[in-house]
């Protein structure tokens, strides 16, 4: 059974950052590219990043880009997003979600952890 | 605003058929594979069309996909009450490098 568990939310003051972790089983994480989707509070879904199988290509919004950092660890089945220099708008539930291709969605999703940027 | 256009709300009674449209451009749409989900309140959001058209294993064939140009539809036939959920529409989009959603769509089931 695929199952993805994300961890390492928690509440921030801006300017702070984070490490949220993603844990795969159930399936050869090393083969598929893998996505962060996040979701501020009561709105919708917003595409962060992704990341190609071993780690060579990187795709980011542009709202984060030279704040957020995507990284895998194929031996550790685990996939990273450092999120620095946070701001109160990157507050959401943050999801990983394993996809086929650089342009395919998302197949299976973990049940998010959640990040708020406060004082 | 989102790069992919939804309507924020559609209803239908039971047993009813309805469409959700999502439109997009020749950079998203027009030119890749187009993705829906559904979202029930509180949880993840869940494939259910994959590829324009392609539904996963275990998604009911109630629900179809189709695309047109940069337009795509999903439709939702013989409404239940438990099809009561947000939908959202994804594509990646060539110009960006980056996938887009649409705004996405609650549906309710009257």
């Known amino acids: 059974e695929v199952q993805l568990v994300e961890s390492g939310g928690g509440l921030v003051q801006p300017g702070g950052s984070l490490r949220l972790s993603c844990a795969a089983s159930?399936?050869?994480?090393?083969?598929?590219?893998m996505s962060w989707v996040r979701q501020a509070p009561g709105k919708g879904l917003e595409w962060v990043a992704k990341i190609k199988q071993d780690g060579s290509e990187k795709y980011y919004v542009d709202s984060v880009k030279g704040r957020f950092t995507i990284s895998r660890d194929n031996a550790k089945n685990s996939l990273y997003l450092q999120v620095n220099s946070l701001r109160a708008e990157d507050t959401a539930v943050y999801y990983c979600?394993?996809?086929?291709?650089?342009?395919?969605?998302?197949?299976?999703w973990g049940q998010g952890t959640l990040v708020t940027v406060s004082s | 605003q989102s790069v992919l256009t939804q309507p924020p709300s559609a209803s239908g009674t039971p047993g009813q058929r309805v469409t959700i449209s999502c439109s997009g451009s020749?950079?998203?749409?027009?030119?890749?594979?187009v993705y829906w989900y559904q979202q029930l309140p509180g949880t993840a959001p869940k494939l259910l069309i994959f590829r324009n058209n392609e539904r996963p294993s275990g998604v009911p064939d109630r629900f179809s996909g189709s695309k047109s140009g940069t337009s795509a539809s999903l439709a939702i036939s013989g409404l239940r009450t438990e099809d009561e959920a947000d939908y959202y529409c994804?594509?990646?989009?060539?110009?960006?490098?980056?996938?887009?959603f649409g705004g996405g769509t609650q549906l309710t089931v009257l």
């Open positions: 994804e594509a990646w989009d060539d110009y960006l490098s980056g996938a887009v």
């Open positions: 979600a394993r996809t086929y291709s650089k342009q395919s969605g998302g197949d299976y």
């Open positions: 020749s950079s998203n749409i027009g030119s890749n594979y």
């Open positions: 159930g399936f050869t994480f090393s083969s598929y590219w």
